[in-house]
């Protein structure tokens, strides 16, 4: 229910026009006004009737839509500042300064996760007074930025595993992102003619178009099995397979997208793009497939070979 | 959202498959000298010696009614026991795929007499079963198959050869695809399913060398081959819609995915004892180094691996080092009365580099230590 209402949201504001307009620069105003004035943006916070699978079902969906308000981050901030009306987010700090912040330069809060990931800096962004702030870009044109961390920042510890909850979070996105790179494919396929029929009548085309909808399947169990582990005691692990499987799947996903598409999905004009950056950019954030991969592989040594069957055998 | 098709949920166990999981296990540990050569690939463990055991245990037929010898068990009991056995490298082969396929075809569509007869053997891990649908010019074309069977006095004759069925050479029946009707518009009619007696019956069984070395699949030649009446199962040309039946068992269940497990087992094994250095990480549990993880490249600034960074810095001024050098003797060789003149150099690492000649500094690809905000 609470996603039918933000997709309903999604649907009304978040087209083309939208995208572009954030890639230039423009703040979604409106976009982020209806998601905070239905209070989505605190329901991962304790009391807001919301649990974090919800939270995390609202990231998918807005991976779906690609929706350039930074949702995962918003959520995070307000369930651990205990909630804000402001636009908060969240970047990584790095040499004494907060880095890959989605819309810093928007935001009134930025909260800066330590290396470990285990304490966050809190900066109350004055923009009257213009803190120094960089502008930049991920590879899907979406806002990170850079901000200096101002003397006496106020140091959080955090209790909660805030790198498993953002990779996971990219991972979720991703898997939504990637159904709706599917469908866009699918529906080019049957309406681009070629040879005087649809291309998707070509069983190359529809080979691929399999390989696709497998990929898109296995990448949403995965990251699914990970939102359905978030109690339980194999939660990271859960989000490394998430994490490495859904960042596997986007590149093949992508790749045949554009394959597909031809020169067309090649263009700005089409929308496509969007989605198929998105996915490159997301899964080099919080963690990429080699990373997440090798952790796993060490927890697999750790289990033992013996012990390989049992843990899988035991898997929610 | 993802269309329904590609949305899987989560599946959770009912709690007594968990014991019967258990069960299982310990089964194996009794039965270990079985496992000698575990191997999930279930096609080459045939051990009847095995398969009985598992019989009298009720593990096979597990969801047949009782009067045929099976345990009106649940599915997932039987899922939860076959990925056990598949798991621990079992050797399941010889019963595999009358438990699978057959016995569930011959339940299905079987008159009661087949039932009452073929079932019971078979639940006792007694009696095996092979597949008989390829042959040499019909594989992704099944309904293109040839062989026919053609009613006379006494039963049916049977013409035509069938290629690829896994251990004819030692299994007891075979339920064969065969034409009854002649060819028409609809290549899908005039089909049916008989059952073949491979040790009885007269076929000729040739085993088929695979690039393993191995010998599992056979071709199986029917000439003149008479089999009694009572052996069509179902009804005579409702073979197409039946053998689509008994294809989906076939080609579900967990073998499909852990048909390759031992050599993963062993892959974690050998990983282990080995020590793989690309398995170690800076820190257990560490976040990556650098806000976008993965392997930098090149020091470009910004990047925050250090270490990398100066490994990367002191190779390339390695380089700039023999590429000055060599350039420059060049160079000294052909404008010999400009000994003192001195190239820009590219400040790395601290130390200058000074040639005798006009190279250009390659610090497009050095950053110097200052420049970069992670030195």
């Given at each position: 229910m609470l996603t039918d209402a933000a997709g309903r949201i999604f649907a009304d504001l978040c087209d083309k026009a939208l995208l572009d307009a954030a890639e230039r620069g423009e703040f979604p105003a409106a976009l982020w006004r209806a998601l905070e004035g239905n209070g989505f943006h605190q329901l991962a916070m304790p009391d807001s009737g919301g649990t974090l699978a919800d939270a995390f079902a609202l990231i998918g969906l807005g991976g779906r839509w690609g929706v350039p308000v930074p949702l995962a981050e918003v959520l995070l901030a307000n369930r651990w500042i205990g909630g804000s009306d402001r636009l908060a987010t969240i970047g990584q700090v790095l040499d004494g300064r907060i880095v890959e912040a989605p819309w810093g330069?928007?935001?009134?809060?930025?909260?800066?996760?330590?290396?470990?990931r285990s304490?966050?800096?809190?900066?109350?962004?004055?923009?009257?007074?213009?803190?120094?702030?960089?502008?930049?870009?991920?590879?899907?044109?979406?806002?990170?930025?850079?901000?200096?961390?101002?003397?006496?920042?106020?140091?959080?510890?955090?209790?909660?595993?805030?790198?498993?909850?953002?990779?996971?979070?990219?991972?979720?996105?991703?898997?939504?992102?990637?159904?709706?790179?599917?469908?866009?494919?699918?529906?080019?396929?049957?309406e681009r003619e070629q040879f005087g029929r649809p291309i998707a009548r070509f069983q190359a085309i529809q080979h691929n178009l399999a390989v696709m909808a497998g990929e898109v399947a296995a990448a949403g169990r995965a990251a699914d099995a990970a939102v359905d582990a978030l109690d339980g005691d194999r939660f990271e692990l859960e989000v490394a397979v998430a994490k490495a499987r859904v960042?596997?799947?986007?590149?093949?996903?992508?790749?045949?997208?554009?394959?597909?598409?031809?020169?067309?999905?090649?263009?700005?004009?089409?929308?496509?793009?969007?989605?198929?950056?998105?996915?490159?950019?997301?899964?080099?954030?919080?963690?990429?497939?080699?990373?997440?991969?090798?952790?796993?592989?060490?927890?697999?040594?750790?289990?033992?070979a013996d012990g390989l069957w049992p843990l899988l055998a035991t898997r929610g | 959202m993802r269309p329904t098709v590609l949305q899987f949920d989560r599946i959770t166990l009912p709690e007594e498959t968990e014991a019967l999981r258990v069960e299982v296990r310990q089964f194996l540990q009794d039965n270990a000298e079985h496992l000698s050569r575990p191997n999930s690939d279930f096609t080459t463990g045939h051990d009847p010696a095995f398969s009985r055991k598992l019989g009298q245990r009720g593990w096979i037929g597990m969801t047949w009614p009782k009067r045929y010898g099976g345990g009106e068990r649940s599915f997932f009991d039987r899922y939860v026991v076959t990925e056990e056995l598949l798991a621990a490298g079992a050797p399941v082969s010889a019963h595999w795929i009358a438990d699978r396929q057959s016995g569930n075809l011959i339940l299905s569509v079987g008159s009661e007499a087949q039932r009452e007869r073929y079932l019971?053997?078979?639940?006792?891990?007694?009696?095996?079963f092979s597949i008989g649908m390829s042959e040499p010019n019909s594989g992704s074309d099944l309904a293109s198959v040839r062989t026919r069977a053609e009613r006379v006095e006494g039963g049916w004759l049977i013409n035509g050869t069938k290629l690829w069925s896994t251990d004819a050479h030692r299994n007891h029946f075979m339920i064969a695809l065969v034409r009854t009707e002649p060819p028409s518009d609809n290549r899908h009619a005039g089909l049916s399913q008989i059952i073949i007696d491979l040790r009885e019956d007269g076929a000729v069984i040739r085993p088929i060398r695979n690039m393993a070395g191995g010998e599992d699949f056979n071709e199986v030649v029917f000439e003149d081959v008479l089999v009694p009446e009572d052996r069509v199962v179902g009804e005579p040309?409702?073979?197409?819609?039946?053998?689509?039946?008994?294809?989906?068992?076939?080609?579900?269940?967990?073998?499909?995915?852990?048909?390759?497990?031992?050599?993963?087992?062993?892959?974690?094994?050998?990983a282990a004892e080995r020590g793989d250095p690309a398995l170690r990480l800076p820190s257990a549990g560490s976040p990556p180094t650098s806000p976008r993880s993965g392997a930098c490249p090149f020091p470009w600034p910004g990047c925050s691996n250090r270490a990398r960074a100066r490994r990367l810095k002191r190779r390339w001024s390695r380089r700039w080092e023999t590429i000055s050098r060599s350039c420059c003797r060049r160079s000294r060789a052909s404008r010999p009365t400009t000994p003192s003149r001195r190239c820009p150099g590219s400040t790395v690492s601290g130390r200058r580099w000074r040639t005798r000649c006009c190279c250009r500094p390659l610090s497009r690809f050095v950053a110097a230590p200052g420049k970069s905000s992670a030195a």
């Open positions: 330069r928007r935001a009134h809060l930025v909260l800066g996760l330590d290396a470990d304490a966050y800096v809190l900066v109350a962004r004055d923009r009257e007074a213009g803190a120094p702030l960089e502008s930049g870009r991920n590879m899907a044109g979406e806002a990170r930025d850079a901000l200096a961390i101002p003397a006496g920042a106020e140091w959080v510890t955090l209790t909660e595993p805030a790198h498993a909850y953002l990779a996971l979070a990219r991972a979720v996105a991703m898997a939504g992102c990637l159904g709706r790179i599917l469908d866009l494919s699918l529906q080019y396929a049957n960042g596997e799947a986007a590149g093949v996903v992508a790749e045949i997208a554009h394959q597909v598409h031809g020169a067309m999905g090649y263009t700005h004009e089409h929308q496509l793009h969007h989605f198929t950056r998105r996915v490159w950019a997301w899964r080099d954030e919080y963690g990429n497939e080699t990373y997440w991969q090798r952790r796993l592989g060490r927890h697999l040594i750790r289990t033992g | 019971p053997p078979i639940a006792r891990g007694e009696s095996y040309g409702n073979g197409w819609q039946q053998v689509t039946g008994e294809l989906a068992y076939e080609r579900s269940g967990p073998e499909r995915f852990l048909s390759a497990f031992r050599v993963f087992v062993e892959l974690v094994r050998v």
